[in-house]
């Protein structure tokens, strides 16, 4: 049986220390948090990633270097299975382990735990594939990634500096392979080509697309829609903004998609580029969120996120599945949180089966699943499309009967080719928004009218201790503290249209407070003061209570 070279980890263990006073987790998105408190953090990744490629027989798993939207100082790193989906929840529980080890000694001993716990043969192969963002402490954090990789003795390769996505689709395509899954080339120019030939063919005979205007965050999106434009052609037209990669601090700074999504304005860099009735689009740090929006003629600001992008391209897939003669028997399903808007979901659950599940795009992910083609959203704008393997396969040998069910069917297989199914990518998800909107011959203003947007409000609230916060139901009902729920309810009741929930922040540190009702008014109102209830509920300080809170 083979063992751990302890030296080899011991000696590279010394020079990645964890801090004494930090207590680390691997949360919904990995960990995330100061990039300069990390090191210790990567090194023990490292070993992490190679040790969950051995236990999966040397199947390649992905590690991506990333804090996504947070400000520039912070960082993080996410583990990715080998079919390009986010780590496996039982695997969290060990990284938190492993990272919180105090010195070598009981980092080895976390180690050999996790390997008898799990029952890793070290005799077996691990390789991995590894990314980071754009971040300036990323270049160190690889390092000492390495390190851990060098320590596990692992097969390790250097995608160097690209978006999640594309790492994710390289997880992927390296483990399919010379299989009939294959997934693609394994490189970043095999998963432009990809996008690209599938985009060209789903725009063939359309109209010319007008000129979208792309906020890159000052992100790794810059480099990646650069590159991906020279696939494309002179099929669609992108006027890249926030590409300034060196100006430090600039990144997600007053820009990038969740800037978009809080504010429910356009970033002020973009004030004087967008045109009126332009589309424009912003992504995130790491190019897996997407908000799209455009100003009328009054310079009136739409947002279309990710429940109006939900909308159109589930309606349109279930257009296509119709018209290729196939609605017998492929179903169609969407997953919403319960940040969806309930506009959106009236729209969609009117149209087809519409599932809420908790926070968190794995969530959304595995009960996509389970639709032969799922449709998934976050309301931030990050999500992607689904076809199961069985559904996938049907379209290849379905053989239509009519030239119009032919056409329907090479769209479908098309989008195939097009969407990126192993997460939500800004890229690929804007493609996607594109080619409806050309098939449909909408401009931002049809799509926007699908439905109207019930006014919302999002409140955080700083309480002692957000785990006294209990929900169920999709996280739509409080059961803890007691009686809160009730009280609740009482209060939406006097609101038209209303609807509020709660729930603990999972990467905050505070308790989440949304709001809707029919006027904006009622919802800011009805938001303020279900927040009062949650503050006053866990005994806030009164000196210290938010006056806007009623
Ligand atoms: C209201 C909201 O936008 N919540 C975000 C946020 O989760 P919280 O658990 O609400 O902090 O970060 C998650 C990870 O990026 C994302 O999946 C989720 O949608
Ligand atoms: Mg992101």
Redesign the pocket.
């Known amino acids: 049986m083979a063992s751990l070279h302890i030296d080899v980890i011991k000696a590279l263990s010394e020079i990645h220390p964890k801090p004494s006073d930090i207590t680390f987790q691997y949360?919904?998105?990995g960990f995330r948090t100061l990039g300069s408190t990390l090191d210790s953090v990567l090194f023990r990744v490292g070993l992490l990633a190679g040790l969950r490629s051995k236990k999966l027989d040397g199947k390649t798993i992905g590690v991506m270097v990333t804090a996504?939207?947070n400000p520039e100082q912070d960082n993080g790193v996410k583990i990715v299975d080998p079919r390009g989906e986010m780590l496996e929840a039982s695997w969290e529980g060990h990284a938190t382990t492993l990272s919180n080890a105090p010195n070598t000694e009981q980092f080895i001993e976390a180690l050999n735990t996790l390997i008898q716990s799990t029952k890793i043969d070290l005799s077996r192969p691990c390789n991995v594939v590894y990314a980071r963002d754009t971040r300036p402490s990323g270049i160190s954090l690889i390092s000492a990634l390495e390190d851990g990789f060098k320590a596990i003795g692992c097969s390790a390769r250097n995608a160097g500096v690209t978006t999640t996505p594309i790492l994710h689709y390289l997880v992927r395509a390296i483990n399919t392979k010379g299989t009939p899954e294959s997934y693609g080339e394994d490189s970043e120019d095999g998963y432009y080509r990809k996008l690209g030939l599938a985009f060209k063919k789903l725009v063939s005979g359309r109209p010319i697309i007008q000129p979208v205007l792309i906020d890159c965050a000052n992100g790794v999106g810059a480099l990646a829609v650069a590159k991906l434009m020279e696939y494309l052609g002179d099929t669609i037209p992108l006027v890249l903004e926030n590409i300034s990669l060196s100006t430090p601090g600039a990144l997600n700074n007053a820009c990038g998609a969740?800037y978009v999504?809080?504010m429910q304005k356009l970033p002020p860099s973009l004030m004087d580029h967008l045109q009126f009735g332009q589309r424009g689009c912003s992504l995130d740090g790491d190019a897996d969120?997407l908000m799209y929006y455009y100003l009328d003629e009054r310079g009136q600001f739409h947002m279309l996120d990710g429940d109006k992008i939900a909308a159109l391209v589930a309606s349109f897939i279930v257009e296509l599945v119709k018209s290729s003669g196939l609605e017998n028997e492929v179903k169609v399903g969407v997953v919403q949180?319960a940040?969806a808007n309930g506009a959106s979901t009236k729209y969609l659950a009117d149209r087809l089966p519409v599932k809420c599940v908790p926070?968190?795009?794995k969530h959304l992910h595995h009960a996509a699943e389970h639709y032969d083609i799922g449709v998934y959203f976050?309301?931030?704008g990050?999500g992607t499309v689904i076809f199961s393997p069985h559904t996938q396969a049907r379209l290849a040998q379905y053989q239509p009967s009519t030239p119009a069910q032919s056409t329907a069917l090479g769209h479908l297989i098309n989008l195939t080719q097009l969407i990126n199914q192993t997460v939500g990518d800004a890229l690929s998800d804007m493609l996607l928004v594109e080619v409806v909107l050309a098939h449909k011959s909408y401009t931002g203003v049809e799509w926007d009218s699908l439905y109207v947007d019930l006014p919302n409000r999002?409140v955080k609230v700083v309480v002692g201790d957000r785990n006294v916060f209990r929900t169920e139901n999709a996280e739509r009902r409080l059961v803890s503290p007691p009686g809160l729920q009730q009280k609740i309810e009482g209060l939406v009741q006097r609101y038209e249209g209303g609807r509020s929930f709660v729930?603990?922040?999972?990467?905050?540190d505070?308790v989440?407070v949304?709001a809707e009702a029919v006027v904006k008014s009622q919802a800011d109102e009805l938001a303020f003061r279900v927040a009062g209830l949650v503050y006053d509920e866990v005994g806030g300080d009164l000196a210290k209570r938010p006056k806007e809170f009623l």
């Open positions: 949360g919904t998105a996504s939207h969740d999504k809080t969120r949180t940040y926070t968190g795009v976050e309301a931030n990050h999002l729930r603990p922040s999972g990467t905050e505070v989440r949304y």
